[in-house]
């Protein structure tokens, strides 16, 4: 079946940047339709979804954050990477990696929007 995992530091300093990586199995990330989202749950707040790279590896950021945060991906070891800079302790966060087939065009993100998320991996911004 397909499984997604993500990786990473749970801890960033204010104004570094934070890297997640997202190993996926079971699965193609250059399977035709599939796309590979980064999203995000802030405490208090919504799924926000924060980009994703295509199957055939477009990029898509969302306007809030396209000015901080790069996706990329390793089709060698089946994986797909999130930087965001300059992180801030507003990027405390839940982050998770999850596929839909096909785009979704909405950063309000919904569970069912997804058909595979990984379990999530805390992330806090704090010096």
């Known amino acids: 079946q ?15 940047t934070l890297s997640l990586t997202c190993t996926v199995s079971g699965a193609s990330i250059t399977t035709y339709s599939y796309y590979w989202s980064w999203i995000r749950q802030s405490p208090g707040k919504g799924l926000e979804r924060i980009g994703y790279i295509s199957y055939s590896g477009n990029t898509y950021y969302n306007p809030s954050l396209q ?17 965001l800079n300059s992180v801030t302790p507003e990027d405390t966060a839940i982050y998770y990696c999850a596929r839909s087939q096909w785009r979704v065009t909405t ?19 704090s010096s």
Not at 3 to 15: A, F, M, R, W, Y
Not at 70 to 81: A, L, M
């Open 2 to 16: 397909v499984q997604l995992q993500e990786s990473g530091p749970g801890l960033v300093k204010p104004s570094q």
């Open 67 to 83: 000015s901080r945060a790069s996706i990329s991906r390793d089709t060698s070891k089946n994986q797909f990477t999130l930087q």
């Open 107 to 125: 950063d309000q993100a919904t569970r069912r929007q997804y058909a595979y998320w990984g379990q999530g991996t805390q992330v806090t911004v």
